[in-house]
């Protein structure tokens, strides 16, 4: 289960860092221009909004592999992860907020149920 759960951290780590590395680079009308329809949202929400969320999602990203990888304080992995969860949950919120469909919603699902699991294993309940 441990090599299970260091592949999922390991998609994790990558998607969050790309995702939220571009929010903190990218302007709101370079993210509408690179990820159109699927940055809409990017309107509704502050510049320092996106920041943060990028911020955020970058460190989660560093905090599901770093503690881990070097022994030190890897109780930290599940609260990134769990950070995740709040993330996706947050952007379920705002993708159901803006009416989209089951199409914009499913990934982010997807990516909480990831980030739930890994949570739930890195808290030692799943035998390892």
């Known amino acids: 289960m441990n090599i299970a759960l260091w592949i999922l951290q390991g998609f994790l780590a990558i998607i969050f860092l790309i ?43 560093i905090g599901l592999i770093l503690p881990q990888l070097t022994g030190i304080m890897p109780g930290l992995v599940p609260l990134a992860a769990f950070g995740l969860v709040s993330t996706m949950i947050g952007a379920m919120i705002i993708h159901q907020l803006r009416g989209e469909g089951p199409k914009a919603i499913m990934p982010v699902v997807i990516l909480l149920l990831m980030a739930a699991f890994t949570t739930y294993g890195r808290f030692d309940f799943i035998p390892v």
Not at 21 to 34: C, F, N, P, R, Y
Not at 38 to 53: E, G, Y
């Open 19 to 61: 995702a939220g590395g571009i929010k903190v680079i990218k302007s709101k009308d370079e993210l509408k221009a690179l990820g159109g329809e699927k940055m809409n949202w990017v309107d509704s929400t502050s510049a320092i909004s996106v920041k943060l969320i990028g911020t955020l999602e970058v460190l989660a990203a």
